[in-house]
């Protein structure tokens, strides 16, 4: 582990600050002179005990005021301030009556003992957990290599990667959380050090490999999540998470599922629908939206919904699994609003 300087940020603006200019934002790989901010820190500690992150600077937002704050009321919505942790959000029983699929992805999350330490502007900031990217012994696109270790088709481990959009990285994001967040239309507010403040959709938060190889989410060097924002669901919405495992005590997504349906009786109204550990990112099935939304909440059309948004799925050798298993758990989670 290299020496790095510690700065205790007390507030946003502070903490902006102490940005270096030499920052390289999320190229870890050639982060050498760069800060980087630390919320809980179990991400950003795999990191530096690595050796994949050498930071000059650690600059810690976990102790600054007023961002460990959760509001809701039923005109506004939720909100959920960057630095509450994973273990109060399961524990909000207002959360759990109004979004409950958002309850259950943060329940299913890590373990008791992470969920006390994990914020969750850490969680939607965490990088992949691809093996090849967390290697030091492999250069791959992410890290300004050469290929993509994973896509081989012969001696790529591919067995947790994605099936759709798997084109020159084929890792899953990390945070299962964001698949409920993005079902339930979540923006995240973003301040600079201007002080000026933006909020971003969750579908707009999340960058793929094609659009740039080095990032995974559009923050900026010097921009800090500040909270999470949902909107306030109406009184016909329905919301259900279910995540596949390997193991059942604890362990990252091989395919986990947020739906959330405004119903009419065992009618659709209308449709969200979104996968995680399915592609780079995060992502929204129109297809399975469009399926099942003004149809009767039922086995057949939940099937039709589940077999649609497997429509773009294209496994590499050794995920075909995720297909059958996708069509299982989005079939089961429409079933379980119904
Ligand atoms: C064994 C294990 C299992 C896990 N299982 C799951 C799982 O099933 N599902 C899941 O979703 N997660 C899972 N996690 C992730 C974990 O719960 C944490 O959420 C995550 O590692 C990071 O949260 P943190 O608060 O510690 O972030 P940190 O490590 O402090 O930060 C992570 C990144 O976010 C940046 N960052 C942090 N806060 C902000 C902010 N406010 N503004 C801008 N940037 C910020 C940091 O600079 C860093 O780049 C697991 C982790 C482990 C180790």
Redesign the pocket.
């Known amino acids: 582990m290299n020496k790095f300087s510690w700065y205790e940020a007390k507030s946003v603006e502070e903490a902006l600050q102490q940005v270096n200019s030499t920052v390289s934002e ?1 190229l870890y790989e050639h982060s050498d002179n760069a800060s ?11 990191w530096v005990k690595e050796g994949l992150l050498k930071p000059q600077k650690i600059i810690n ?2 102790n600054i005021p007023g ?1 460990d704050k959760i509001g809701y009321d039923p005109k506004n919505g939720l909100s959920i301030g ?2 509450v942790t ?1 273990a109060e959000i399961a524990s909000n029983p207002e959360i759990k009556t109004n979004y409950l699929a958002l309850h259950q992805a943060v329940n ?4 008791p003992q ?2 006390n ?3 969750l ?3 939607i ?3 992949n957990r691809c093996w090849y990217f967390r290697s030091a012994d492999h250069d791959c696109f992410r890290k300004g290599g050469d290929r993509c270790f994973a896509r081989h088709s012969e001696t790529g481990e591919n067995e947790n990667h994605a099936i759709i959009d798997n084109g020159s990285c084929v890792s899953v994001h ?5 698949t409920a967040l993005m079902a339930f239309n979540a923006s995240v507010v973003i301040v600079n050090s201007e002080g000026e403040k933006k909020e971003v959709r969750m579908d707009d938060f999340f960058v793929t490999a094609g659009e740039d190889i080095a990032m995974e989410n559009v ?1 900026k060097a010097k ?4 909270e999470i924002i949902i909107p306030a669901p109406s009184k016909n919405t329905k919301s259900a998470y279910i ?1 596949q495992v390997a193991r059942e005590s ?4 091989l395919g986990d599922v947020a739906v959330v349906l405004e119903v009419s009786g065992d009618t659709c109204r209308s449709a969200s629908i979104v996968l995680g550990a399915a592609a780079p990112v995060p992502y929204r099935s129109i297809e399975a939206q469009q399926a099942i939304a003004k149809k009767t909440i039922n086995s057949e059309n939940a099937m039709a919904a589940a077999e649609a948004a497997m429509s773009k799925a294209r496994p590499l050798a050794k995920n075909g699994y995720k297909v059958p298993l996708f069509i299982a758990t989005i079939k089961q989670a429409i079933l379980e609003i119904s």
């Open positions: 999320q980087v901010f630390k919320s809980g820190g179990i991400d950003v500690f795999d937002i976990r961002l960057s630095n994973l299913h999350a890590a373990t992470l969920r330490m994990s914020t502007g850490g969680n900031a965490q990088r990390a945070s299962s959380i964001s923050l921009e800090i999540i500040t995540k604890y362990d990252w997504s």
